[in-house]
Every structure is written in structure tokens, then in C-alpha cells.
């Protein structure tokens, strides 16, 4: 698991950078000699680089020396690059490994070869460190929206300003019984393209992979949406490749495991995807007790993300790290994507600091050296579901002993559970109780003591779904089930772990 705290925590709560017009090179000495760039010379440098032995960027000599060095070296006045680019400084035990920064201008590229004025100076700070990524501030210059800090990864502040889950141009081996490889954004090429919007090149090297990414990132009052474009090359048979990948983590919530006084802990709190074939699914994610893969197979899937539905701060109870405010991630693949898997890793964990969740697409086509594939996909960061259709979608569920209301101090029946859903949707607008609303669960009939569905009192647009099951009879680790009226469904399908 990552120590997502070490790695980028302080973004959580100081603020920086964007893209400014004009005088990109004006410093002088700042920048080295230009270069003509462009996305067909990137791609056939990540080509080249792939036919070359893989050799590891080495850890920076000039880095802060620890986390609060690299604090004192990143908030607070400094210079910035094109007017709102604020650079991240390496630390032995943040971000140790350097990058490349270079800025693009009608065509030409410098490299950013001296850093002096652009980190936070101190009597104790090396003021001349170098650089392991890169942030972006809003138009205000107050706070930033955007940042790439640590192998592949990259996040938003969605619209709330709030960061959570990350995203990472490339997964391999995640989750597997070998140690998982983490290919590294080694150079930038930064665009200024306005004052909300970001063009960004990268060139990402591994000992398995290269590849050539570009982000075009535009900012708005409804979402932050990056279109992703990606070459990647393979140096070496790859047993798991995962595209799109992203990272969060899910501590409890409102059904157990509760280790703090907070009501509930996670950055996200489901999978949503939408099938090659339609399907809507939501599976709630789960802090297991063991390791989890859980594969969904796909053929051109239309959409698949990390997604906080619960926005709701009683939830929570957090006045800090505000987990209400944390943003949802949708990935629409563009174009068609073929056979393959999105799957999700679920680890334990005791503690809100790890990225203890990963998810990303894994084409079913081996992934053998010498292999070259592109990709493309909108990521959509928001603060509201992008996921979320005309079909009715669970807003919340909730798990315990099939007990009589009123009668809590009988014992419960043995060995039967019940589980509670509560829906909203376009799909279930107009219906009642005698609408003919049922739930359809996909367990063998002997494990159904009883269901029902039906408009909850006081709750204008919610359906709650009530399921006693006997727990030994389900004879699987999860079950699926979605409201339906007739032959036609009205919600999206939910998948319930009971073995986790």
C-alpha cells in the first residue's frame, strides 16, 4: 500500500498554482537551449527509449532532507512558471526522484535547467532543489487545482477544493503475487493554455514500458474534465497492465469496522460502471479482511469510475480533512476498447492513510515486448456523480440481524441477515407501493426469506429495497440484485459482498 499522506498529503490543506500568459522565457539562465516539440516527436522518443535497456532516473543528491523540509521548500512565496506553475521539490522520503520540466511555446520547448527563486527559501532549505513534479494554481493564485507529484500518478481538487483519489498514467502488476512495478513520469512539457485550462505532456519510462501521454485539462464550475491521450510501448512481456488506473482509499463506513470517532472514513465509497451492453452496476467498496481482486469482464466498456456518493457532512463529521468534499472519478474510454476487465484491488487496511483500493481496465490480450498500443479517455473529476442516469441508483444501504421493529430485545432469527437499500432515479418517479416494484436477487430461492420495495415515508424519490437472506444458503461471496418492474429494470445493478 502507498502512503498516500507522505507522497502528497499537504496538498489537503495549502494552497498554490495554474497557467499564466506570456513570459515563459524570460528569465535568463532560467531555461536551456529550444527545441521543436510535438506530440509525433514525443511518441518517437518514448519509442526509442523502449528499445534501449531500461535505466533508472537516480535519487536527486540536492533533495530535502524530510517531510518538513519539503513543506518549508513548497508553501509559500516563491517564484512560479508561466505565471502559475509551481514546482514540487524532490525529499529523500517524499518524492526522492527528479523530473525534467520544460515549457512549450509556439512549437518550442526549454527545458527549466535552473530552479533558483522557484521553492519557498529558508534559513535550512535548499532553495535550489530539484524538481519531482508540479502543481497548478487556480486564476486567483490562491489555490491549485491540478497537480502531478510521484511515479505516474496525478489528481484534482475537484470542484470543491478538496483533493482525494489519484490517477496514474500506468498500473503494472498490481495485486499480484509479485512485487507490483511503478512506471515513473520522468519529463513534463508544459502548454500555457489559459487561465482554467492545461495542456501536459509526459514521457513514461519503466523497466516494462515507455509510453508518450497527453492531458488536456479544462476547469469549470460543474467538473474538472482531462482528456487523455496515451503510446505506450512494451520493453517486456507484462503479466498485468492497467490502463486507466486509479488509486483511493476506504477505511469504514456506515456498516462496521468503525476504529475512530468519525461516523465513516473513505475517499470514495464505490466502483460504478457502465457496461459495453449497458448495464449499470455499483458495488459499495469494502475494507476486506484479506486481499480482494475482483474482476468484471467487458467487452468496449462505456464508462467505469471511483465514485463518493455520500456527500452528506453528518456523515462524516470531519471539519479537516472534509471527506464529504472529496471528488468522484469517471473514465469514459474513447473509441472502442475490446475485450478486457475492469478490475478492482481491495486491501486491509487500519488506518486512513494508505491508498488501500486500485482500480484500472486490463485489455484481454496478452501484453507481450515489443507490443505498441494507444489509448485514449476522459477522465471526469466532480463533486457531484457522473455516473448517475435515469435509472434509479443507491444512495445508501445498510446490513444487521433481521430484527421486528419494535422488538430489539428478542433474539433475531438464526442465521438470517438483513440488508437495506435505499434507491433514487427518474426510473422510479410516478410509482407507489402497488406499482408492482420488486427486488430481483440473484441468490438460490433458499436463501430468500423474504423482500420488498416500496417508497419510504418523508423521503420524497427514495425506494428502500429490504432483503432477509440466510446467510448459509447464499453459497457465494457476493450477490447481485436491482429493482425491476415487470421485465424492465429500474435501477442499476448492485453487487453486495457478504464474504469479505
Same mark, same amino acid.
Given at each position: ?40 516527436? =514525443? ?5 526509442? =527509449? ?28 516563491a ?6 506553475v ?14 525534467k520540466?520544460? =515549457? ?63 490517477a ?40 516494462s ?26 520493453r ?9 488506473a ?9 456498516n ?33 479482511s ?5 474482476l468484471?469482464q467487458?467487452?468496449?466498456? $462505456? ?18 480533512l ?10 469514459e ?5 475490446? $475485450? ?24 484481454? $490480450? ?9 489509448f485514449?479517455?476522459?477522465l ?24 421486528v ?18 434507491? $433514487? ?22 436463501a ?14 427514495v ?26 429494470? =429500474? ?6 459482498v457478504?464474504?469479505?
Amino acid at each position: 500500500m502507498l502512503d498516500r499522506r507522505a507522497a502528497s498529503g499537504l496538498l489537503l490543506s495549502l494552497c498554490s498554482l495554474a497557467f499564466a500568459p506570456a513570459q515563459a522565457f524570460a528569465q535568463s539562465g532560467r531555461f536551456g537551449p529550444a527545441h521543436p516539440f510535438d506530440w509525433k516527436r =514525443l511518441v518517437k522518443m518514448a519509442s526509442d =527509449l523502449a528499445k534501449k535497456p531500461y535505466a533508472a532516473v537516480p535519487d536527486s543528491d540536492n533533495a530535502a532532507i524530510d517531510f518538513e523540509a519539503f513543506g518549508a521548500l513548497t508553501y509559500g512565496n516563491a517564484q512560479s512558471l508561466a505565471g502559475n506553475v509551481r514546482l514540487f521539490p524532490t525529499a529523500r522520503n517524499v518524492a526522492p526522484k527528479p523530473v525534467k520540466i520544460h =515549457l512549450v511555446q509556439g512549437g518550442q520547448a526549454r527545458e527549466v535547467v535552473d530552479t533558483g527563486g522557484l521553492f519557498v527559501g529558508s534559513a535550512d532549505a535548499n532553495t535550489h532543489a530539484d524538481a519531482a513534479g508540479f502543481r497548478v494554481m487556480s486564476a486567483d493564485g490562491q489555490t491549485d487545482w491540478l497537480a502531478f507529484l510521484g511515479a505516474s500518478y496525478y489528481r484534482t481538487a475537484g470542484t470543491s477544493g478538496q483533493y482525494g483519489l489519484s490517477a496514474r498514467g500506468l498500473s503494472i502488476d498490481t495485486g499480484l503475487d509479485t512485487p507490483e512495478e511503478f512506471p515513473v513520469f520522468t519529463q513534463f512539457w508544459l502548454e500555457n493554455t489559459g487561465p482554467d485550462t492545461a495542456r501536459i505532456h509526459a514521457l513514461l519510462d519503466s523497466p516494462s514500458a515507455t509510453g508518450a501521454y497527453s492531458f488536456d485539462c479544462a476547469r469549470s464550475d460543474a467538473s474538472i474534465v482531462q482528456d487523455v491521450k496515451a503510446k505506450i510501448f512494451l520493453r517486456k512481456d507484462v503479466r498485468q497492465l492497467g490502463i486507466a488506473a486509479a488509486s483511493s482509499m476506504f477505511w469504514y463506513d456506515q456498516n462496521g469496522g468503525k476504529a475512530d470517532w468519525r461516523p465513516e472514513i473513505h475517499d470514495s465509497d464505490g466502483l460504478a460502471l457502465r457496461t459495453g451492453s449497458g448495464e449499470r452496476i455499483w458495488r459499495p467498496l469494502i475494507n476486506p479482511s484479506r486481499i480482494r481482486l475482483d474482476l468484471f469482464q467487458d467487452t468496449d466498456p $462505456k464508462a467505469f469510475g471511483l465514485i463518493q456518493r455520500d456527500r452528506d457532512f453528518d456523515h462524516y463529521q470531519d471539519d479537516g480533512l472534509f471527506y464529504d468534499r472529496r471528488p468522484s472519478l469517471w473514465i469514459e474510454p474513447q473509441g472502442n476498447w475490446g $475485450k478486457g476487465s475492469v478490475l478492482l484491488l481491495e486491501m486491509p487496511t487500519v488506518g486512513e492513510t494508505d491508498d488501500n483500493v486500485a482500480m484500472f481496465w486490463q485489455p484481454a $490480450k496478452p501484453a507481450k515486448a515489443g507490443d505498441a498500443m494507444d489509448f485514449a479517455y476522459r477522465l471526469t473529476w466532480a463533486n457531484t456523480d457522473p455516473s448517475i442516469d435515469a435509472v434509479a441508483h443507491c444512495v445508501d444501504s445498510f446490513e444487521g440481524p433481521a430484527t421486528v421493529a419494535g422488538l430489539a430485545a428478542r433474539r433475531p432469527p438464526e442465521g438470517i441477515k438483513r440488508y437495506v437499500f435505499d434507491f $433514487k432515479g427518474p426510473a422510479l418517479a410516478g410509482l407507489d407501493r402497488n406499482s408492482g416494484v420488486e427486488a430481483a436477487v440473484s441468490v438460490p430461492s433458499s436463501a430468500i426469506v423474504s423482500t420488498s420495495a416500496y417508497p419510504v415515508v418523508g423521503r420524497e424519490g427514495v425506494w428502500r429495497a429490504v432483503l432477509d437472506l440466510r446467510e448459509a444458503e447464499i453459497g457465494a461471496e457476493e450477490f447481485r440484485f436491482y429493482l425491476k418492474r415487470g421485465n424492465d429494470a =429500474l435501477s442499476e445493478t448492485v453487487i453486495k459482498v457478504v464474504k469479505p
